[in-house]
Nanobody
Framework: QVQLVESGGGLAQAGGSLTLSCAAS????????MAWYRQAPGKQRDMVTR?????????????YIEDSVKGRFTISRDNAKNTVYLQMNSLRPEDTAVYYC???????????????WGQGTQVTVSS
């Protein structure tokens, strides 16, 4: 099958930078769009928060950046390595979240794209 493995999360100070990477591997025929989502911690215990898209990139390099991170975050991909990156600059405490990689992947011998998720990587920004 297909695995998405994220790396690069961690702790940063406000104003700092982090770069996330997500590598797809397995029985891959092609990858369509790749994206980063994030899910912030709930303010109440057991509160389930929404997973929101942060940025998305097509195979051809067209990008979408969510307004709250526009000008600070950049998404890119290396198609030869089946890898997507998220460069995060000028980090703010409100960027604290678990960041998830998402990809639309066609596996070998199938014509349709299926959705795959990484396991998530924690990003914590201190003030």
């Amino acid at each position: 099958q297909v695995q998405l493995v994220e790396s690069g999360g961690g702790l940063a100070q406000a104003g700092g930078s982090l770069t996330l990477s997500c590598a797809a591997s397995g029985s891959i025929s092609s990858i369509n769009r790749m994206a980063w989502y994030r899910q912030a911690p709930g303010k109440q215990r057991d509160m389930v928060t929404r997973r929101d898209m942060v940025a998305r990139i097509t195979t051809g390099g067209d990008t979408y950046i969510e307004d709250s991170v526009k000008g600070r975050f950049t998404i890119s991909r290396d198609n030869a390595k089946n890898t997507v990156y998220l460069q995060m600059n000028s980090l703010r405490p409100e960027d604290t979240a678990v960041y998830y990689c998402h990809a639309e992947v066609a596996v070998l011998y199938r014509n349709n794209y299926d959705n795959y998720w990484g396991q998530g990587t924690q990003v914590t920004v201190s003030s």
